[in-house]
C-alpha cells in the first residue's frame, strides 16, 4: 500500500475504498446534517446509528431508500485502510479513546491527501506518452511521503496548501493531454442568459445535451442538475466539477480527464453512459446493467 500502484483489476489498489480493512471511519469521524443526503444530524466523532459492531452498516443495500443518500456518494480514496492499518497499525478506535481522537483526527486530512494523490496518479498517465514525467512522479512521491507520517503530523498539515503546491502540474498534465485537440462548437445552452463554457463556470441546470464537449476545460464549474445526457467528454478536464444530480444519461465519460468515482456517484446515468476503465456503474442509476 506504500508504492504508487498502476491500475490492477481496474482500481488504483491503494487509492480505492477497501471497507474490509477500515474501521467503520466515514461512519464515525465525519458529520453530517439533516439535508437531502442525510435525514438527521449526526456530530463529528459519534458513530452512525446504523453502525454495526463489526464496523458494517446495517442497512447498506437500503441505504437511499432510508434518506442516507450521502452515504452512497462518498469516497474516501483508501483513505480508511490508511489510517486503520497503516497509520495505526490495526488499532480501532473501539479499543482506545486516545486512540479514537487521533484517528478521527487524521482521517480527513488522509482523505485529502489520497484524493490528489488520485490525481497526480492521473497525470503521470496523461504526460507518460507525451513527455517526461518526472516532474509529476517526484511530486506524487512527495505527497506519498506525507500519507505515511504520524498521526500527529498528518493532524498538522495544510492540506489546501498541498493542493495548491501541485496544482500547476495538474493543470500541465490536462494541458498537454489536450494539446492539439480541436474543440468542437458546443451547442449553445439554452437558458435564456447563455453561459461560458470556461474554467469555473456556474452551469447549474444548463442544457448541454448531445454537447461535443470533448478537450474543453471546465475545471472548477458548478454543473449541478445540468443535463449533459448524449455529450461527449471525452479528454474534457473535470478537476473539481460539481456534477450533483447532473444526468449523464448516454453521455461518453471515457477519457474524461481527473474525473472521480465519487463524482460519477453524486451524477444520474444509466446502462448507456460510458465511464472510464475501472470505474463502477453506482447502483442506483436507472437501467444499471446487471
Given at each position: ?121 492521473e497525470a503521470i498517465s496523461l504526460v507518460t506518452p ?39 502540474l495538474l493543470v500541465r498534465a490536462s494541458e498537454l ?114
Open positions: 500500500m506504500g508504492e504508487r500502484t498502476r491500475v490492477a483489476l481496474g482500481r488504483r489498489d491503494d487509492l480505492g475504498a477497501d471497507c474490509d480493512n477500515c474501521f467503520g471511519l466515514c461512519c464515525v469521524a465525519l458529520a453530517f446534517a439533516k439535508s437531502a443526503d442525510f435525514p438527521f444530524d449526526k456530530p463529528a466523532g459519534d458513530p452512525c446509528v446504523n453502525l454495526d459492531a463489526h464496523d458494517g452498516c446495517r442497512i447498506h443495500p437500503q441505504l437511499r431508500d432510508r434518506g442516507f443518500k450521502g452515504c452512497t456518494v462518498f469516497d474516501c480514496f483508501g483513505a480508511g485502510q490508511k489510517i486503520s492499518q497503516r497509520t495505526f497499525a490495526g488499532r480501532s478506535w473501539r479499543d482506545d479513546p486516545e486512540v479514537r481522537m487521533r484517528m478521527f483526527a487524521s482521517f480527513p486530512i488522509m482523505r485529502r491527501l489520497h484524493e490528489l494523490l488520485w490525481y497526480l496518479d507525451l513527455a517526461p514525467s518526472a516532474e509529476w512522479v517526484v511530486e506524487f512521491e512527495r505527497v506519498r511521503a506525507l500519507t505515511e507520517e504520524s498521526a500527529e503530523t498528518l493532524t498538522s498539515l495544510d492540506v489546501d496548501a498541498q493542493f495548491d503546491a501541485s496544482r500547476a493531454a489536450r494539446k492539439g485537440f480541436v474543440i468542437a462548437s458546443a451547442s449553445t445552452p439554452k437558458p435564456k442568459r447563455a453561459r461560458k463554457l470556461q474554467p469555473g463556470s456556474d452551469l447549474m441546470g444548463v442544457d448541454l445535451a448531445g454537447a461535443d464537449l470533448r478537450g474543453r476545460t471546465l475545471r472548477g464549474s458548478i454543473l449541478i442538475a445540468a443535463d449533459l445526457s448524449g455529450a461527449d467528454l471525452e479528454l474534457c478536464d473535470l478537476l473539481g466539477v460539481d456534477l450533483r444530480d447532473a444526468d449523464l444519461s448516454g453521455a461518453n465519460l471515457d477519457g474524461a480527464i481527473f474525473l472521480t468515482q465519487m463524482q460519477v456517484n453524486s451524477a444520474r446515468g444509466d446502462d448507456a453512459t460510458r465511464l472510464p476503465h475501472g470505474f463502477e456503474r453506482p447502483t442506483h442509476w436507472a437501467g444499471r446493467l446487471a
